[in-house]
Structure formats: structure tokens, C-alpha cells
């Protein structure tokens, strides 16, 4: 009730003010034909008056008289043109009138087409229930797989899908094989059969019973979600948390959660799952790419301001890279790891980075066994980061590394 209201006094106080400026009259207070008009006719009267005192002759009089008649007529005809116009803009008046009554009714009507009527005002409290119940009552993974081809992997290989329809065949003789089940269920993944892949691990799930791992269950949800065509079901989801529930640092499995959340409208659950993954990932992490794609829409979706550092590839030496520098000759080995030792401390120091660049420098301080670079480093980290619990423990976790890598090498001279 209080719209309806509202928007009638919105309605009626803007009808008001164009029918007011419709029907404004015009500045002039008389038109300038009827001002003539009667100087005109003052000066007929003043001719009579200049003949009975002399100053003009009977001839001259007349003369003068036809000249004003002319002139009183021409004024007279403009005068009467000038009424016209005036009564054309009382009609256009009305028609002003007419006119925004018919608007505003129909803006009425098509509001109560194809407005709502009614609707009550939707805070984010209340769409996120409406989201919540939508995710609890979403396709089951049945419905889903029904909406989606199982189609083979058409670069499956001939003697690969002979073995694995030998194995089905054993399979079925043998169903406790928990080490068949693991070939069963990894083979039909690769031929692109995730519905049977996905049954297969269900049922080794459930002879391992307890000792089901979490990476079997995240192994599960996401052939599920492969057979979806993509879609975390109600089913993928239980997999899921089961999985994330024992192993929480796995790296697949918070990149399905976050594209869970982010396929059911929640944004703001989805963001912080993949900030965190994508800090705490290398450059070659399989679910890297996909995030840095998605992350920006993510952000702004939720109200977000993204810090662009977090979407830049990161660049410089990880531990990998120096590790592996550590078959070559000593002095190439030494001025390889400076060399990008120093190109990664260089962009930080101008640039900044994310708390993953800050710990690879930290690490690659503690190879080279330079402990007080590391400690000046994981100072300004700190500070950095101050306001961000992960990133600190982040940083945390690559100095204790270092220094406990450095003390190893003390310890071995």
C-alpha cells in the first residue's frame, strides 16, 4: 500500500507541474495589435480636434483619416489573429491535460501487467535465503546426467578400452578387489566414461570403508561433476565436503568447492576459497589458469575490490626451480639462483606481490643460506601483510622452512 502511495503523489505533484506550465499565459499583458489599435483611433480623434482649431484643412483631414483607417484595419485584423492563436492554446491546454491523464493511467495499467504488485522489498538477507533454497533443492546428479551426452573420449585409445572391458568383465567377479576398483575407476575417467568411473569409486569407497582417504572422495565428486557436464550436484557436494573434511589442503578439491559456490549464485563464499587457494598454489597448479579466468567476475560479483597483484602471474625462482639448479657446476648454479633471486626481490620491492611471491623469495634466501636476507624479507612481509591472517601464515611457514633448511646445512659442515 505504501508504494501505490507513494508513487500517486510522485505522479500527481509531476501532472501538476506540466499542467501549470501548460496553461502559464503569456508574458505580454496585451497583445501589441490592440495597443495599436487605439492609438489609432486617438489619432482620428485627434484630426477632428486639429480641423476645428485650424491647424489642418478639410482636404488635408481627409486625407490623413483614410491613412489611419487603413492602419486601425490592419491592426484589427492582427488583433483578431492574435485571439485565434490564444483560443488554440486553451485547446492545447486541454489536450496537455487529457494527455497526461492518459499516461499516467496507463502507466498504472502496465504496471499491473507486467509489474509486481505487491512484492515486498528483497535485502540481502532475503536473497540469500532464496539463493540457499534454491542451491538445497537443485537437480539431483541423476537428473543432471540425464541432460548430458555420455559420450566416449574420441582420443581414447582402442587398446585401453579393450583392457578396461576385460576388467569390467573381472570386476564383476570380483567385487571387493579394491586395487581393481582403482584401475576400474581411473581407466573409465580416461575413456571418458565418467558415469561408470563414478560408480566405481563409489563402490571403492565403500569397501574401504574407514579407510577411504579424502583424495578418494574429492577423485569421486569430481568424476561426478564431469559427468554433469560440469554441475556440482547435491551428490558431488557431499563427496566434496567429505573429502575437504580429511584433507582440507587439497588443492582440487577447494577449487570445486569454490566453483560450487560460484554456480549457485554465492560469490561471496566462492572468493575467498579461490584468493586463498590461488596464493597458496605454484604457477603450474591445473586449477591456476581457470581461477585467474574466472577471479575478476567473481570479485565484482560479490562487491569486491581485487587486488590486480593476485591476478598476476607469479614471477621468479620457487623451490623447484632451485632445487633443480643443483646438478649444475657451482659458479653457473650460484649465478643462476642470484640472478633470479634478485629479479624476484627487485618487482617485489617495486611492485609488490602476493604472499606466494613473498614466501618464494623467502625460500630461495634460505637455499642460497642467506638467513638475515630471508629475516629482512619475512620483516616486510609482515608488515605487508598485516591485515591478513593466510597470507601471514603463508609467509610464516616459508621462513620456518628456510630457516630450518639452513640450519641443516650448518649442521652437515
Not at 79 to 92: A, F, I, K, P, Y
Not at 326 to 352: C, F, K, Y
Not at 390 to 412: K, N, P
Amino acid at each position: 500500500m505504501a508504494f501505490w502511495i507513494a508513487a500517486g503523489l510522485i505522479c500527481a505533484v509531476v501532472v501538476g507541474i506540466v499542467f501549470l506550465a501548460a496553461r502559464r499565459p503569456s508574458d505580454a499583458v496585451s497583445p501589441a495589435a490592440a495597443y495599436d489599435l487605439q492609438v489609432y483611433r486617438d489619432q482620428l480623434s485627434e484630426l477632428d480636434r486639429d480641423v476645428t482649431r485650424g491647424t489642418l484643412t478639410e482636404e488635408e483631414a481627409t486625407r490623413a483619416r483614410t491613412e489611419v483607417s487603413r492602419r486601425i484595419l490592419e491592426a484589427d485584423r492582427a488583433l483578431q489573429q492574435v485571439q485565434r492563436v490564444e483560443g488554440v492554446s486553451r485547446t492545447g491546454t486541454v489536450i496537455v491535460g487529457l494527455g497526461l491523464v492518459a499516461t499516467v493511467a496507463g502507466a498504472f495499467w502496465v504496471y499491473t501487467q507486467i509489474g509486481a504488485p505487491g512484492y515486498p522489498d528483497l535485502p540481502l538477507g532475503g536473497r540469500i535465503a532464496m539463493i540457499e533454497d534454491a542451491r538445497e533443492n537443485r537437480p539431483s546428479q541423476e537428473l543432471a546426467e540425464e541432460q548430458v551426452p555420455d559420450l566416449p573420449s574420441p582420443n581414447a585409445d582402442p587398446q585401453r578400452a579393450d583392457m578396461v572391458a576385460q576388467l569390467r568383465t573381472v570386476m564383476e567377479q570380483r567385487p571387493e578387489d579394491t586395487e581393481g576398483l582403482t584401475l576400474l575407476a581411473a581407466n573409465e575417467a580416461m575413456l571418458g566414461n565418467f558415469r561408470a568411473a563414478h560408480r566405481a569409486q563409489q563402490r571403492l569407497i565403500t569397501v574401504l570403508g574407514d579407510d577411504a582417504t579424502g583424495r578418494h572422495y574429492i577423485d569421486l565428486a569430481e568424476m561426478m561433476i564431469f559427468a554433469a557436464g560440469g554441475y556440482v550436484s547435491p551428490e558431488a557436494e557431499q563427496a566434496l565436503r567429505r573429502g575437504l573434511q580429511l584433507e582440507p589442503r587439497d588443492g582440487t578439491g577447494r577449487y570445486y568447492a569454490g566453483e560450487m559456490y560460484a554456480q549457485q549464485g554465492r560469490p561471496d563464499l566462492a572468493l575467498p576459497i579461490w584468493s586463498n587457494l590461488l596464493a597458496d598454489s605454484r604457477p603450474e597448479a591445473p586449477w591456476v589458469p581457470p581461477i585467474r579466468a574466472q577471479l575478476a567476475d567473481i570479485a565484482f560479483a560479490a562487491g569486491v575490490d581485487l587486488d590486480p597483484a593476485l591476478l598476476a602471474a607469479p614471477r621468479g625462482p620457487s623451490a623447484a626451480d632451485i632445487e633443480a639448479a643443483q646438478g649444475m657446476d657451482p659458479e653457473d648454479q650460484r649465478a643462476m639462483i642470484e640472478n633470479m633471486v634478485e629479479t624476484l626481490a627487485d618487482r617485489l620491492s617495486t611492485e609488490g606481490g602476493t604472499p606466494q611471491d613473498w614466501a618464494q623469495l623467502i625460500t630461495a634466501y634460505g637455499v642460497l643460506g642467506r638467513t638475515n636476507a630471508a629475516q629482512i624479507v619475512h620483516d616486510e612481509a609482515l608488515s605487508v601483510f598485516a591485515g591478513s591472517p593466510e597470507a601471514l601464515e603463508t609467509v610464516e611457514s616459508a621462513f620456518r622452512a628456510a630457516m630450518a633448511r639452513s640450519g641443516a646445512a650448518e649442521d652437515a659442515q
